[in-house]
Structures are given as C-alpha cells and as structure tokens.
C-alpha cells in the first residue's frame, strides 16, 4: 500500500519513547507519531495516552526520500465542535454600568457626543468615588477623622 500525506489509516502501536510512538501500518510500514501529535492537549507522558498494541487511528503527514514517516494522531480526530466565541452578556458588570454605546444620532456634531461622554463619565466616576468610600467606611484617608 502506498502512502499519501494526508491520509488516515488505522495503525497499532508498537513503540513507546519519550519523544514519540512507533505506529505499524498497513502494508508493513512503520512511522513514528511525535509526543506533539499524540493528542490535542498538552503531552507530559505519552503512556497516559496510548499503550503498547492499542489500535489507532493516525494521520499521515509526510513521508520523506528515505522513508521516513510522520503521522498524527490528533489530526485524525474529528474536529472538535466549534464554540461560539462571543462572550455572553454579563449583567453584572463593574458599578452595574450599562457599558454599551449608547445609539447616535446621526446630526449630533462631534462637540455635542464629546460633551455627552465626559458628562456621562464625571456621572460614573463620581458614583465610583462615592462608592469606595462607603466601602472605607466614610473616613478621609488624610485626617482620619470620619467627613
């Protein structure tokens, strides 16, 4: 049987190194699955993952001029199911804030959104302050006395 990069075949192991596994293929071949494609995880030790004999499912991914040949096991796993990476919305979220934009008006000027911004900012740093306050317990930090 000849070999393609880029084919899966079923191979059994017949090697365990600490820098890879030996995988007996089809037709005789041996090739050799490095400790970075044992799985799609981190790989300390190898024997936690395969064993000696255990039948796999390998991936080839080249087969060089003096016959060499190097496979993966976990580019012949199915693909994982993807996940939706948009985070979901937080309702709470820091000084329960609603830190979405707010909707433009397309006839505002730029001097008229900048004054809104730094209004609505002095609004959230004033009720920060206020509120690290309560939690010093209402004491300046200077005097030591309670405002």
């Given at each position: 049987m000849q070999l393609e990069v880029g084919t899966v075949v079923?191979?059994?192991v017949t090697g365990i190194t600490n820098f890879g596994a030996f995988?007996?293929?089809p037709g005789g071949k041996t090739g050799m699955v490095h400790i970075s494609e044992v799985a799609p995880t981190f790989v300390k030790e190898i024997r936690d993952f395969v064993s000696e004999g255990q039948v796999v499912k390998v991936k080839v991914l080249s087969?060089?001029?003096d016959g060499k040949v190097s496979l993966s096991i976990k580019k012949a796993l199915p693909p994982a199911p993807r996940v939706n990476s948009t985070p979901a919305p937080r309702?709470?979220?820091?000084?329960n804030y609603e830190w979405q934009a707010n909707k433009r008006n397309e006839s505002d000027?730029?001097?008229d959104?900048?004054?809104?911004?730094k209004q609505t900012s002095d609004e959230k740093i004033s009720d920060l302050k206020k509120g690290l306050e309560?939690?010093?317990?209402?004491?300046?930090?200077?005097?030591g006395?309670?405002?």
């Open positions: 079923e191979g059994k995988v007996e293929l087969v060089s001029e309702a709470n979220r820091p000084g000027s730029f001097e959104m900048l004054s809104r911004f309560s939690k010093r317990g209402g004491f300046s930090r200077h005097t006395q309670q405002k």
